[in-house]
């Protein structure tokens, strides 16, 4: 199986950089997991709805353009499904079984995805309502995704 994580901006903090490279080691038993970022779009911190919709677009437009049509995509939205980790292990299993080795996981820059990357997603899931920084949804991501493989084996992991 291979896994593409495609997130808005580059990760400065050390912390979750360390992290995130961490569960990306550990990952590399079970698949082959790349982590693309796409530039984020400038913007001035009080946006129209105009613009927020125009600074969307345009980070979408990158992001759309590292994925390639047998990607499988998840996008990462509020008002996703709230899969247990469980539930979460055997999506990514049954992809696989079908047919679907090429899974995308998209995260959002801080206003979130385009209606355009929302549309192309064949499923939308969220890690709850809370809302995270986009840098730290990485860090969950790559953890969730490394607990379902856990999951998938029958391996020992924390409940």
Avoid: C, W
Avoid at 9 to 17: A, D, F, I
Avoid at 26 to 48: G, N
Avoid at 111 to 118: E, P, R, T
Wanted: aromatic share 8%; no cysteine; hydrophobic share 35%.
């Amino acid at each position: 199986m291979r896994i593409k994580i495609i997130t808005v901006g580059k990760l400065k903090e050390k912390y979750l950089v360390q992290g995130i490279n961490e569960y990306l080691k550990r990952l590399q038993s079970y698949s082959k997991v790349e982590v693309i970022e796409v530039p984020d779009e400038k913007a001035p911190e009080k946006l129209s709805d105009a613009e927020m919709i125009q600074v969307k677009d345009k980070e979408g437009d990158r992001i759309l353009a590292k994925l390639s049509d047998q990607d499988y995509l998840f996008a990462l939205a509020i008002d996703g499904k709230q899969p247990s980790s469980e539930d979460f292990a055997r999506d990514i299993e049954q992809l696989g079984i079908s047919g679907k080795s090429q899974l995308a996981f998209v995260i959002g820059g801080s206003l979130g995805l385009s209606d355009k990357v929302l549309s192309r997603s064949n499923q939308k899931i969220s890690f709850g309502k809370m809302t995270y920084p986009h840098q730290l949804m990485r860090l969950i991501l790559v953890e969730q995704i490394y607990r379902a493989f856990r999951i998938q084996k029958g391996e020992p992991y924390h409940k």
